[in-house]
């Protein structure tokens, strides 16, 4: 991912804006001479084909050249921003003599997802042929960083002051999102930053990377005889090659549209002064955010992330410790242990019911409010822990009978404990 590295930064000294052109310089130098191979393997795309079922489309490539010596097609695999496809595995429309291997003229039908807008046909790592067709996609359907909720966070920036320091922040946060990194300039670091982002089932799915620092008084200088984009186009070398003029949120912005950088393949940089500070922003998102559904996103979030934990004990005369897990995908996990060191695991499944049971029940006895509490001598031990979008939080009793904790501990036994065939692991009262 192409961030800015505090590493690189300036020393004691060395004008910020220099020293953050060499950071985000990542267009090569054009000029170079080298002459390049002759590809071994050209297609073209031939035809965007609407496609009822998914309402989006479907790419036709037929093969143009091909020299490649027994070019098997269970060799090839098609990549797609959303997807990977095993090339044996898609219809041809048009095939050669012999239908094992690739031969000039195939045709052959990628079934692309919201919102692809390239093919590469790959052998392993190595890429043969590749295509962008996002001019050729109606304006409506082409993916870009600016249309995303990344760009609705990076939009929402504002200079405050905190503590005395100035800093850029998102004046609200949507759900997901979370500051995960932050770092503050040093004296051999002029450089602050902050990284946001958005995860689901334990996957980032969009980032937003904010960079900035005070400007020199020798850059106070230059800007007052100047104009921020002229300014700011003279030091970064995006700016240089491809950079445009753009008005976000009311600055007057250098942008860069850096297709192919950063992990989801396109990121959006811009560059804008405010408050005597340059600020740096990279959008990133996963392009399948766009057109994800509400119940998509749901579904993603149902992974193997550990929704609660409930454990106690010790119960019977073994002295058994016993540990509950619930999964956001709705599977679970049964441990127990004696006091011998003897073990029992097993799995279970709970229901859509089920989960909404233990959801309500949390919800109406106030889980997030409850505080630990203990009380001395021998006696039952017991945790809740309990991860979810409005937080986590996790809840200690020793010893103690507090109504509304027994209630959700209660509803977690009455739900798990015959699934696991296990009714004799209710705590005793003490």
Same mark, same amino acid.
């Given at each position: 991912?192409?961030?800015?590295?505090?590493?690189?930064?300036?020393?004691?000294?060395?004008?910020?804006?220099?020293?953050?052109?060499?950071?985000?310089?990542?267009?090569?130098?054009?000029?170079?001479?080298?002459?390049?191979?002759?590809?071994?393997?050209?297609?073209?795309?031939?035809?965007?084909?609407?496609?009822?079922?998914?309402?989006?489309?479907?790419?036709?490539?037929?093969?143009?050249?091909?020299?490649?010596?027994?070019?098997?097609?269970?060799?090839?695999?098609?990549?797609?921003?959303?997807?990977?496809?095993?090339?044996?595995?898609?219809?041809?429309?048009?095939?050669?003599?012999?239908?094992?291997?690739?031969?000039?003229?195939?045709?052959?039908?990628?079934?692309?997802?919201?919102?692809?807008?390239?093919?590469?046909?790959?052998?392993?790592?190595?890429?043969?042929?590749?295509?962008?067709?996002?001019?050729?996609?109606?304006?409506?359907?082409?993916?870009?960083?600016?249309?995303?909720?990344?760009?609705d966070v990076a939009r929402s920036l504002e200079i405050i002051n905190e503590r005395g320091v100035l800093k850029p922040?998102?004046?609200?946060?949507?759900?997901?999102?979370?500051?995960?990194?932050?770092?503050?300039?040093?004296?051999?670091?002029?450089?602050?930053?902050?990284?946001?982002?958005?995860?689901?089932?334990?996957?980032?799915?969009?980032?937003?990377?904010?960079?900035?620092?005070?400007?020199? *008084? !020798?850059?106070? %200088?230059?800007?007052?005889?100047?104009?921020?984009?002229? $300014?700011? &186009?003279?030091? #970064?070398?995006? +700016?240089?090659?491809?950079?445009?003029?753009?008005?976000?949120?009311?600055?007057?912005?250098?942008?860069?549209?850096?297709?192919?950088?950063?992990?989801?393949?396109?990121?959006?940089?811009?560059?804008?002064?405010?408050?005597?500070?340059?600020?740096?922003?990279?959008?990133?998102?996963?392009?399948?955010?766009?057109?994800?559904?509400?119940?998509?996103?749901?579904?993603?979030?149902?992974?193997?992330?550990?929704?609660?934990?409930?454990?106690?004990?010790?119960?019977?005369?073994?002295?058994?410790?016993?540990?509950?897990?619930?999964?956001?995908?709705?599977?679970?996990?049964?441990?127990?242990?004696?006091?011998?060191?003897?073990?029992?695991?097993?799995?279970?499944?709970?229901?859509? *019911? !089920?989960?909404? %049971?233990?959801?309500?029940?949390?919800?109406?006895?106030? $889980?997030? &409010?409850?505080? #630990?509490?203990? +009380?001395?001598g021998p006696g039952l031990e017991s945790f809740l822990a309990v991860r979810s979008l409005s937080g986590a939080r996790?809840?200690?009793?020793?010893?103690?009978?507090?109504?509304?904790f027994d209630e959700i501990a209660g509803t977690v036994r009455r739900i798990v404990l015959p699934k696991v065939d296990?009714?004799?692991?209710?705590?005793?009262?003490?």
């Amino acid at each position: 991912m192409p961030h800015l590295k505090p590493d690189t930064l300036r020393k004691r000294g060395t004008s910020f804006l220099a020293v953050l052109a060499l950071a985000v310089a990542v267009i090569p130098p054009s000029g170079c001479t080298r002459a390049k191979p002759k590809p071994e393997l050209t297609c073209a795309l031939v035809e965007l084909r609407p496609n009822g079922g998914t309402k989006y489309y479907d790419a036709v490539v037929q093969v143009s050249k091909i020299t490649l010596q027994d070019p098997l097609k269970e060799q090839f695999q098609i990549l797609t921003p959303t997807s990977s496809f095993d090339l044996s595995s898609l219809k041809f429309t048009v095939d050669g003599q012999d239908p094992s291997r690739l031969e000039a003229g195939d045709t052959f039908v990628i079934p692309l997802k919201r919102p692809d807008w390239k093919f590469s046909v790959m052998d392993g790592d190595k890429e043969y042929c590749a295509e962008s067709f996002w001019d050729r996609l109606p304006v409506a359907d082409r993916f870009h960083p600016t249309k995303t909720e990344a760009m609705d966070v990076a939009r929402s920036l504002e200079i405050i002051n905190e503590r005395g320091v100035l800093k850029p922040v998102p004046t609200s946060l949507p759900p997901e999102w979370q500051l995960v990194d932050e770092k503050t300039a040093e004296a051999d670091n002029p450089v602050s930053s902050e990284v946001f982002q958005k995860t689901r089932g334990g996957r980032i799915v969009e980032q937003v990377e904010v960079q900035y620092a005070l400007l020199s *008084e !020798e850059e106070k %200088a230059q800007l007052a005889s100047s104009s921020p984009a002229e $300014f700011l &186009s003279t030091w #970064s070398e995006c +700016a240089k090659k491809g950079g445009t003029l753009a008005d976000i949120a009311g600055h007057s912005a250098i942008a860069c549209d850096l297709e192919g950088a950063g992990d989801f393949g396109w990121t959006y940089r811009y560059f804008y002064i405010s408050a005597n500070m340059v600020v740096a922003v990279d959008v990133q998102s996963d392009p399948e955010e766009l057109g994800k559904t509400a119940q998509e996103k749901e579904q993603e979030r149902r992974t193997e992330q550990i929704f609660l934990r409930y454990g106690y004990g010790p119960v019977g005369k073994e002295e058994w410790q016993v540990m509950i897990e619930v999964r956001m995908n709705r599977s679970g996990a049964f441990h127990k242990r004696s006091r011998a060191g003897e073990t029992v695991d097993k799995e279970f499944k709970v229901s859509e *019911e !089920e989960f909404a %049971a233990i959801e309500k029940t949390l919800a109406d006895n106030q $889980f997030m &409010s409850l505080e #630990s509490r203990s +009380a001395a001598g021998p006696g039952l031990e017991s945790f809740l822990a309990v991860r979810s979008l409005s937080g986590a939080r996790t809840v200690n009793m020793k010893n103690v009978r507090v109504p509304a904790f027994d209630e959700i501990a209660g509803t977690v036994r009455r739900i798990v404990l015959p699934k696991v065939d296990e009714n004799g692991m209710q705590p005793t009262t003490r």
